[in-house]
C-alpha cells in the first residue's frame, strides 16, 4: 500500500468529513422530492347507502322522538275506563331511550264504538321499515283476531308529510268489518301504525298525516 503525504493525507481527511456532514445534513433532506400524495378518500355521496325504494318523500334529518297527544290531527285521545290500558301489539325489543307510544283517538263527537287505535316507537336502533312491519303484522294479527299476518306488501304508499319516510296503507278485506284499515309510517328513527275502522285508505292516510304531526317531533 502506497503511503501517502502530508498534503495528500490532509486533503482525504478533508473530504471524507464534507461528505460526512452532507450525508446527515437536514437540509439536504429536506431537497429530497416529495412522496406522491394519498389517493383521495371516498365522498359522502359514495359512501351513504341509497334510501329504501317505499320511501315516499326523503326522511327528515335528525333525530324524531314520539309522544302521547291530547288531541292528535283533531282527534281527542280516549281516557277513563274505556281506554287502552295494555299493550295489544307487540312493539319488538325495547331498548334504553326508546319511548313506546299506545293510544286510543275518539274521532269528533265520538263517544261509543271502536276508536281509531295507535301504536308507536322512537329512537329505532334497526331498519325503522323492519320496525314498522312487525308493528303492522302485530297490528293486523289484533285487528283479525285469529291468527293471520295478513299481507301488509299490497299497502299503498301516501304522502308522508313534512318529516318524510314513508306512510302507507292498506284495506283488511279479510276482518269481519271489512272497511277497517291499517296504516304505518317510518322515517329516520320512528315507526308506527295505526287501526282505522270504518273508513277507507285514502281517507285513513289523510287522518294518520295529521295525527302524525301532533305525534311526532
Known amino acids: 500500500m502506497p503511503s501517502l503525504g502530508p498534503r495528500t493525507l490532509l ?17 439536504a433532506e429536506a431537497e429530497a422530492p416529495p ?47 274505556g281506554a287502552v290500558s295494555d299493550v295489544p301489539v307487540d312493539p319488538g325489543e325495547m331498548r334504553d331511550g326508546m319511548h313506546l307510544v299506545v293510544a286510543d283517538y275518539n274521532r269528533a263527537g265520538q263517544t261509543s264504538g271502536r276508536r ?17 312491519e312487525h308493528l303492522w303484522r302485530g297490528l293486523i294479527d289484533y ?22 319516510g314513508s306512510l302507507e296503507c292498506l284495506s283488511l278485506p279479510e276482518s269481519a268489518n271489512t272497511t277497517d284499515v291499517i296504516c304505518g309510517w317510518s322515517d329516520t328513527t320512528t315507526a308506527a301504525v295505526a287501526l282505522f275502522p270504518r273508513t277507507t285508505p285514502a281517507d285513513a292516510a289523510r287522518l294518520f298525516g295529521a295525527m302524525r304531526a301532533d305525534l311526532e317531533h
Request: proline fraction near 14%; aromatic fraction near 2%; glycine fraction near 10%.
Open 116 to 132: 281509531i287505535l295507535f301504536v308507536g316507537v322512537d329512537s329505532v336502533p334497526e331498519d325503522p321499515n323492519k320496525r314498522r
Open 143 to 164: 285487528a283479525l283476531q285469529n291468527g293471520s299476518t295478513g299481507t301488509p306488501t299490497t299497502a299503498k304508499p301516501y304522502q308522508p308529510g313534512p318529516f318524510g
Open 11 to 27: 486533503a482525504t481527511i478533508a473530504l471524507t468529513t464534507t461528505l460526512t456532514l452532507t450525508a446527515c445534513d437536514p437540509a
Open 35 to 81: 412522496a406522491p400524495p394519498a389517493p383521495p378518500a371516498p365522498s359522502a355521496a359514495s359512501a351513504t347507502a341509497s334510501a329504501p325504494a317505499s320511501s315516499t318523500s326523503p326522511a327528515g334529518s335528525g333525530k324524531h322522538t314520539l309522544a302521547e297527544a291530547a288531541t292528535a290531527g283533531g282527534l281527542t285521545k280516549a281516557t277513563g275506563a
